[in-house]
């Protein structure tokens, strides 16, 4: 059988050493040739083919990669990491330089085994790990724990898993990049340096099972800060004027009150705003200005790891954590009917919005084949990085962009279609013509006040064809029929009474935008920063809205007093800036640690001689102990929060706590409790269960259906619909908005 290509390209990579190793062999045959005379005929011609390993992370990786290479390549998972810091201690050795000691993880060593055996028998082995900081470190401790020859041994990397790019990858075979793996080695030094002490305080000063990492710590103070803005928030009041107008035919339009021919006018009062009114209602409503213009809208470039979470949790309603799981699922491969494991998106860690030639060629072709000529630019969209970003990978998107959505629904989940669509969708229109709006603003002048109506319509939808999810920011209205100088009857005049709003609570699109502009963190930390905070129960989540808990308060006012570096945003960053000098050769690894340790050593001691033991008051409850009578109280336990007797230990009585749903169960009229099943999913079921067997995968709402007197249930996101629980009904409708803090 011919080898493919892929093995050919292999067989050529040979390293100087290699060829020179060689030799001596040769020679050696040659002087043993009158004695296997015998041996030389019968193996005259035949080459022996070469036996090659490759190791990845994962089994699915594995998998996806294994059909792009011949009968000559093994490919193994390592399942991640195979060494790592000790969990029982620091396991830095502070007085040698700060040298990290690392050991086997625990349950790898069958695994090891049996990659040192293929590793012993391969002619050649390839570290395959993913193209990061972290892959590079992987590689590099598998180097270590397998002993592997360095002379027999390379490193590749794709930015995305397709046979092409695996194929190039290993013609392109490199050694380890210890700059890569310094600065990884460095962030897991200083995160451990700093997250165990200070978590071995909180433990004695707070409670267990506490932790104050680096980073999180800066991203809890963020949130702390804000929910303090909005405590301490004065609103303020102020009013605004709308006239509902007609044009010569009949059309409504509304003009909102601009100010004077002087200046733009603040109403602060009741007051001011029936002055305007009296004076405005003894006025003709004459059309002074039309100004009619032409505007573009450009294409949103293609996603960085920041801007597909924000994405996806504006519009999938995903968290960091599911939107990054299913990222990675993406990229290492899914079954596809009659193609098998397919890589569908590259690299999904990366801060950079270019995108390669090919994939550029490939993703105009389409759009000209498929949607038109008119939708591709007369030149190529190019959009610039931000200045603190890496760039080491392109940006995410579609292994191939005629992977369509739909025509890989059938082999994806619902939630890997949702968010493979939006990849898709986000990538395909990158490369696609602006939008193309008219407008008009017209000025309308009722005695000494103006009035102003600003009206769009679209006249080339461009990259909208294919994402479609801006159109709410513009306003799309029918232009009035009318020219200059000509008298708009007035229908009605409508004032309003507003008053000035606090900052928005965090949501998990809003804080990853801002830690990534203020430079928190990098691609791959976003989602475990979230996920830890809200594990350790330092805030809590209501819809989306972010919020500090009393523990999470408490936690950051002590990393506050007593180290104040490490809650520091601007310090935050910068250590981020010296990480990003280690991986680029500018700095040595160990020096922004020997600069910062003895400070953080220092405060440490301070903190531990001087912070008091701090009491946690228990939350109470309603519910009433059925042993003792007492009043129990909310504890928080190692998963989460539970109902317990104050009577302790007289009383022992403990039993799990459920979040009430705020509505009430439809038949019994108890409060519906939201629970989780054995599985973790979430659902909703009476208090008085089991006497009351009412249970619902999804919320119920307070509302009754219209219809036929069901109760209906809440379904989806921008907008909730709620929907009757009795399906022969079929009655939808939208929910209301609610007011919300």
Request: contains cysteine; proline residues 4%.
């Amino acid at each position: 059988m011919a080898k493919t290509a892929t093995s050919d390209a292999a067989d050529k990579i040979t390293t100087a050493k290699e060829k020179t190793a060689k030799k001596p062999a040769a020679k050696k045959t040659a002087a043993k040739k009158t004695t296997k005379k015998t041996t030389k005929k019968t193996t005259k011609g035949v080459k022996k083919a070469k036996k090659n390993l490759v190791i990845v992370e994962s089994p699915a990786k594995a998998s996806t990669i294994t059909k792009f290479l011949g009968k000559n390549y093994t490919v193994m998972a390592s399942m991640g990491h195979v060494r790592d810091l000790p969990k029982s201690q620091l396991g830095i050795d502070i007085d040698n330089d700060y040298e990290p000691k690392y050991i086997t993880i625990r349950g790898k060593g069958e695994l090891l085994s049996s990659l040192r055996k293929e590793a012993k028998n391969a002619d050649h082995i390839y570290l395959a790990t993913d193209p990061d900081r972290e892959g590079e470190a992987i590689s590099w401790h598998l180097m270590t724990a397998l002993n592997l020859d360095e002379e027999k041994t390379d490193r590749i990397t794709f930015n995305e898993i397709t046979k092409d790019a695996v194929e190039k990858s290993i013609k392109s075979a490199r050694g380890i990049d210890m700059n890569l793996v310094n600065a990884q080695q460095a962030r897991r030094v200083l995160d451990r340096l700093v997250g165990y002490p200070v978590s071995n305080l909180l433990w004695q000063k707070v409670k267990g099972r506490l932790s104050g990492g680096r980073v999180q710590s800066a991203a809890l103070k963020m949130i702390c800060d804000r929910e303090d803005e909005i405590r301490s928030f004065i609103p303020e009041e102020y009013w605004t004027v709308s006239s509902f107008v007609a044009d010569s035919v009949g059309n409504r339009f509304e003009a909102k009150l601009y100010g004077t021919h002087e200046a733009k006018l603040e109403l602060k009062s009741k007051e001011e705003t029936d002055k305007v009114l009296r004076d405005v209602e003894r006025s003709d409503f004459v059309v002074k200005e039309i100004k009619k213009s032409e505007k573009t809208r450009k294409p949103y470039p293609p996603f960085t790891t920041s801007t597909l979470q924000q994405e996806a949790s504006k519009y999938l309603n995903y968290t960091a954590q599911k939107t990054m799981m299913l990222a990675q699922q993406l990229y290492e491969g899914v079954e596809i009917k009659g193609e098998g494991t397919v890589g569908l998106v590259s690299y999904i860690r990366t801060d950079s919005v270019r995108v390669s030639d090919e994939a550029y060629g490939q993703v105009t072709e389409y759009i000209r084949e498929n949607i038109g000529d008119k939708y591709v630019p007369a030149e190529r969209n190019v959009y610039k990085t931000k200045k603190n970003a890496q760039d080491a990978h392109e940006a995410i998107r579609p292994t191939y962009s005629s992977r369509t959505p739909e025509s890989l629904k059938a082999s994806l989940t619902n939630d890997q279609f949702k968010l493979y669509k939006l990849i898709w969708e986000r990538f395909v229109s990158s490369q696609m013509a602006p939008a193309v709006y008219e407008s008009m603003a017209v000025s309308i002048e009722a005695g000494e006040y103006i009035f102003r109506i600003n009206a769009s319509a679209i006249k080339f939808k461009g990259f909208l064809e294919v994402y479609n999810r801006v159109e709410e920011t513009e306003n799309i209205a029918k232009f009035p029929k009318i020219t200059e100088n000509c008298v708009l009857k007035l229908e009605s005049i409508v004032p309003e009474q507003h008053f000035t709003q606090p900052p928005a609570r965090y949501t998990d699109a809003s804080l990853i935008k801002t830690m990534e502009e203020l430079g928190i963190g990098r691609p791959s930390t976003y989602a475990p920063i979230l996920a830890t905070i809200i594990t350790r129960n330092y805030v809590a989540k209501e819809k989306k809205a972010i919020f500090p808990t009393e523990l999470g308060e408490i936690v950051n006012d002590i990393m506050k007093e007593y180290f104040p570096e490490i809650v520091n945003i601007s310090f935050t960053a910068e250590m981020e800036d010296e990480l990003d000098k280690v991986e680029d050769g500018s700095d040595e690894w160990k020096q922004a640690i020997r600069e910062f340790y003895p400070m953080f050593k220092s405060q440490l001691e301070n903190a531990m001689e001087k912070l008091e033991k701090i009491e946690i008051k228990d939350e109470e409850s309603d519910v009433v102990c059925e042993k003792c009578g007492r009043t129990m109280v909310i504890k928080l336990g190692r998963y989460g929060k539970f109902l317990a007797c104050p009577g302790y230990p007289e009383c022992n009585n403990a039993k799990p706590y459920f979040e009430s749903a705020g509505v009430d169960c439809p038949k019994c009229g108890g409060k519906i409790l939201k629970k989780k099943s054995k599985k973790g999913r979430t659902y909703y079921g009476c208090e008085h269960n089991p006497e009351c067997d009412f249970v619902s995968w999804d919320k119920p709402a307070k509302e009754k259906c219209p219809k036929c007197g069901s109760y209906m249930v809440e379904k989806g996101h921008d907008p909730v619909k709620l929907v009757c629980s009795d399906q022969k009904c079929g009655f939808v409708t939208e929910k209301k908005e609610e007011n919300e803090d």
